[in-house]
Structures are given as C-alpha cells and as structure tokens.
T-cell receptor, first 113, second 114 residues
Framework: DQQVKQNSPSLSVQEGRISILNCDYT??????FLWYKKYPAEGPTFLIS?????DKNEDGRFTVFLNKSAKHLSLHIVPSQPGDSAVYFC????????????FGKGTHLIIQP | DAGVIQSPRHEVTEMGQEVTLRCKPI?????LFWYRQTMMRGLELLIY????????DSGMPEDRFSAKMPNASFSTLKIQPSEPRDSAVYFC????????????FGEGSRLTVL
C-alpha cells in the first residue's frame, strides 16, 4: 500500500516555462513533506520542505503547495532551467521525523531547450 | 564537510555470494538509514538506527539481509546469500534529529547479482 504517490513517471517542460510536479498521500498523520532531487549516479538531495500546518513554502524558483483536505502537494519550478532536469521525489514523515521518510516513486523531469 | 560516504559504488557478484555494503555517516548525526531503490518499488526504507541501536528493521525483506552499526561512524548492510532479485541501488542516509526529518544521502551502491 503506497502512502505517497507520484502518478506521473515523467514530465517534459520547455525551458523558461513553469514545471509542476504533483504528489498525493494517504496517511493523514504525516506532519512534514519534502521534495528531493536526484541526478543519475548520485544520491537524492534535499530541495524544499513544508510543514503540515502551512499551505505554501517558497525558496527562490521553487514553491511547494500543500492542500491537506485533498491530501495533495505540488512543487512549482519557475522558470525551469536545463539543470532542473532530474528525478524528483516527494517524501513525507510523521512522528517528528525520527522514523525516516516515506518516498514516492519519483517523477523524471525533462527540461527541453 | 564530508557527506555520507558509501562503498563500494558498484558491486557485481554471482548468486549465492555474500555482499557487504558500507556506510560512513556525517559526523554528529544520530540517525542512520538504509534505503533500497528499484524501478518497481522506488525508494524503500530497509532499517534505521538511532545512536547505533537498530530501531526498526521491518523493511528488511528477508533473513538474508542484516545490518549492523558497531559505532557512530560506521554501518554495514550484508546480504547472504545474494540473489538476482537483490539487484538494486542501496542508499545510506544520515540525519540529526530535526522536525522535518531531512535526510542526507550518500551516492549509493549499485549492486548487480548475476
């Protein structure tokens, strides 16, 4: 039973446009949500997070939106750049983060010139 | 500062052989996690330690898998005997305690079992 779902395995976006990556979850006990970025042959690296008590968090070109009633979050990248091409993982935790993160399967973002 | 260090980066072995993956966490991090990445299942948590003590190993797929953390700067994940379905990328991650649960990952060990 997958608690964190990323239903789009891949997404292609033109350079300069907005990239929107989506994530759904089923566990209402999650209290933090994180996005990780992964390049080939490297480990995932932290990108941005949001607490369940907020509905938006922004960091430069990256904004994460949380809709608790819909159990849905999204990552917006504006404007998209070639270096953004990577696999993006949505992750969530409960219990103060002490028991690890539950990850989605990832979305491969391809930025086209 | 050095990040999480994993070795080997690549391992090719034959079915039935023992495999040992190694991890050095970031100094000062109290938590260490082992994850496995496959195409079918994505990133799965196998086991995690707090202050060198295993806390939850419910993600370990079978008794063939074992993990140890003899001290704060070293952990191993062992598979004995290995099988082709164990082929995956194994990631080690460490973390200080934070409310968000942010993890710091190593570059992974790609295991291929023939």
């Amino acid at each position: 039973d997958q608690q964190v779902k990323q239903n789009s395995p891949s997404l292609s976006v033109q350079e300069g446009r907005i990239s929107i990556l989506n994530c759904d979850y089923t566990n209402s006990m999650f209290d933090y949500f994180l996005w990780y970025k992964k390049y080939p042959a490297e480990g995932p690296t932290f990108l941005i997070s949001i607490s369940s008590i907020k509905d938006k968090n922004e960091d430069g070109r990256f904004t994460v939106f949380l809709n608790k009633s819909a159990k849905h979050l999204s990552l917006h990248i504006v404007p998209s750049q070639p270096g953004d091409s990577a696999v993006y993982f949505c992750a969530a935790n409960s219990g103060g983060g002490a028991d690890g993160l539950t990850f989605g399967k990832g979305t491969h973002l391809i930025i086209q010139p | 500062d050095a990040g999480v260090i994993q070795s080997p980066r690549h391992e090719v072995t034959e079915m039935g052989q023992e495999v040992t993956l190694r991890c050095k966490p970031i100094s000062g991090h109290d938590y260490l996690f082992w994850y496995r990445q496959t195409m079918m299942r994505g990133l799965e948590l196998l086991i995690y330690f707090n202050n060198n003590v295993p806390i939850d190993d419910s993600g370990m797929p079978e008794d063939r898998f074992s993990a140890k953390m003899p001290n704060a700067s070293f952990s191993t994940l062992k598979i004995q005997p290995s099988e082709p379905r164990d082929s995956a990328v194994y990631f080690c991650a460490s973390s200080p305690w934070t409310g968000s649960g942010e993890l710091f990952f190593g570059e992974g060990s790609r295991l291929t079992v023939l």
